[in-house]
């Protein structure tokens, strides 16, 4: 079952912080997040794993609640460059790729 | 992470042919997935494709209409059988990293008319 995303889409002023959900109905073992932007293929941003951690990657960081399963995506200070749509990508079992995408949320960030 | 390249980056198809995408990785991995994606659609998941056996498909998709190879632990192809308007989509390639990670290829776009 395809997890959700939230919000559907968001428009920031550059420097602005912006946070996405993903919520899921099934119990995982990981979250993956990618970001798209037009026109071409979706890039790797970072994995979470169950065990509730959180990462972060210079300005982007996320977290996981494994009790809650769900994930959110922090962008903070946000630059122009980030500007795409965001996808998260969840798996239920261990060492299983088979990912189940989100519907995505599509981030704007005007300067 | 490694390498990926598609061929063709883009089509555009007449009903009824067939389309037959490549992969190709740098490096040699276990699994490679084929995804589609509708215009303005998220990412589904067409099969998992795996050296030395039978690719295995998700729900809604069948042998017959994606037929898959996987000769060796690089490359893969994906083909797009009797197409037709509803087939027009971006198909990507994607491998496991490690760990548990999945890198994209770039993509094929196909227009159907």
């Known amino acids: 079952q395809q997890p959700v995303q939230s919000p559907q889409a968001v428009i920031l002023r550059e420097g602005e912080d912006a946070v996405i959900n993903c919520s899921s109905s099934?119990?995982?073992?990981?979250v993956h997040w990618y970001r798209q932007k037009h026109g071409e293929a979706p890039v790797f941003l970072m994995i979470l794993l169950k065990g509730g951690e959180q990462k972060g990657h210079e300005k982007i960081s996320a977290s996981f609640n494994e009790k809650k399963q769900q994930s959110s995506l922090y962008l903070t200070a946000s630059q122009l460059s980030y500007s795409g749509t965001y996808f998260c990508?969840?798996?239920?079992?261990?060492?299983?790729?088979?990912?189940?995408f989100g519907q995505g949320t599509r981030l704007t960030i005007n300067p | 992470s490694a390498v990926i390249s598609q061929k063709p980056s883009r089509d555009i198809c007449q009903r009824g042919t067939s389309l037959t995408i490549q992969c190709q990785v740098d490096?040699?991995?276990?699994?490679m997935f084929w995804y589609r994606q509708q215009p303005g659609q998220s990412l589904t998941l067409i099969a998992t494709?795996?050296?030395?056996?039978?690719?295995?498909?998700e729900s809604g998709f069948v042998i017959d209409k994606f037929p898959i190879s996987r000769p060796n632990l690089t490359f893969s192809t994906l083909t797009v059988s009797n197409m037709s308007p509803e087939d027009s989509s971006i198909y990507l390639c994607s491998v496991e990293g490690f760990p548990n990670e999945q890198f994209f290829g770039p993509g094929t776009r196909l227009t159907v008319l």
């Open positions: 990508g969840t798996a239920e079992i261990q060492g299983a790729q088979k990912l189940v």
């Open positions: 490096s040699q991995v276990t699994m």
């Open positions: 494709a795996n050296q030395g056996s039978e690719a295995t498909y």
């Open positions: 099934k119990a995982l073992y990981s």
